[in-house]
């Protein structure tokens, strides 16, 4: 019998960095996701491909249902990631693959991987739903991070999320703020590693606590702002706050000086999306910049 599975995108508008340490962040699932179809054979292995957001397969590779060697593929290392995950989740549940002589598993994305929607998080957490096993296990045996994304992968609305001793604590939220027809993602033209990231800011000295803090008081404030101009006066703290940590200028002094809203990074500094502020000329201001992907807040949210 023929399975699908969906995981929603995530993006983290404040608490990047500070998460790992167990900062209050604020985050949205997103209107772009991944599914995972699976369906029975008879050929005795596991058939993996995967397609993006215009159906064209980029990956492709065979294991054995058993062992789970990889048989062939056209990628090595997302063939050995995969491996781990399957085999992670052969091990939190070892009776998935006993009932089948073999299996075709297909993801597809609904977004450009380039976008750093969640890729990696929503293929974990449709793999977590077919395993029926524990998504942040197998998200923290294989690339790490502090799981926010699997929390947004599995809920439908916005959400605060914290590490509580190495615990996901998730609350969904009311975030459906006045000015939200203000506020537009755009994309840098490209995607920064997270795993990179995680790792530089981990080698950093500085008082944590401290600035979990800082990160908490302002997670609780943008999520109750009342209009645009205290938002943007706390996406800017919050951008002051980061760029001291982390020795890098906020990416509207490095990019965007003169643009007339308010601009912050969103999850590993340098990539990825931004969040902006502005009117309807926003869109033209970051596409003459060379900036052609701007999504409105109201399209890019669940």
């Known amino acids: 019998m023929k399975k699908r599975f969906y995981s929603n995108g995530k993006l983290l508008l404040s608490g990047e960095y500070a998460i790992l340490d167990g900062a209050l962040g604020l985050?949205?699932?997103?209107?772009?996701?991944?599914?995972?179809?699976?369906?029975?054979?008879?050929?005795?292995?596991l058939e993996w491909k995967s397609y993006d957001e215009n159906r064209r397969s980029w990956f492709t590779a065979t294991y054995d249902l058993e062992s789970l060697e990889v048989v062939s593929t056209t990628d090595r290392d997302v063939a050995g990631l995969l491996q781990q995950l399957l085999r992670e989740a052969k091990r939190q549940?070892?009776?998935i693959?006993?009932?089948?002589?073999?299996?075709?598993?297909e993801s597809h994305l609904s977004f450009p991987r380039t976008w750093g929607l969640g890729s990696s998080s929503t293929l974990i957490n449709n793999l977590a739903q077919w395993a029926r096993v524990d998504p942040y296990t197998l998200l923290w045996s294989s690339l790490g991070g502090s799981g926010y994304d699997i929390a947004c992968a599995r809920h439908?609305?916005?959400?605060?999320?914290?590490?509580?001793?190495?615990?996901?604590?998730?609350?969904?939220i009311d975030f459906n703020p006045p000015f939200r027809g203000s506020l537009y993602f755009v994309h840098l033209n490209q995607k920064q590693s997270s795993k990179e990231a995680i790792a530089a800011y981990g080698n950093r000295a500085f008082d944590k606590e401290a600035l979990v803090q800082k990160i908490d008081q302002i997670t609780q404030k943008m999520v109750l702002a009342p209009t645009l101009d205290e938002f943007e006066t706390l996406m800017e703290r919050h951008e002051e706050i980061l760029s001291k940590v982390l020795d890098i200028p906020p990416v509207k002094q490095q990019l965007f000086p003169d643009h007339p809203g308010a601009i912050k990074s969103l999850g590993a500094w340098g990539g990825d999306f931004i969040l902006a502020t502005g009117d309807n000329r926003c869109r033209g201001y970051f596409e003459e910049k060379g900036y052609p992907t701007v999504i409105p807040y109201t399209r890019m949210i669940l």
């Open 156 to 172: 439908h609305l916005p959400i605060t999320y914290r590490l509580r001793e190495g615990r996901p604590e998730v609350r969904e």
């Open 97 to 105: 693959l006993g009932d089948f002589r073999g299996l075709r598993m």
């Open 27 to 45: 985050a949205i699932p997103t209107s772009y996701g991944q599914s995972l179809r699976v369906a029975p054979t008879t050929n005795k292995l």
């Open 93 to 95: 549940n070892p009776l």
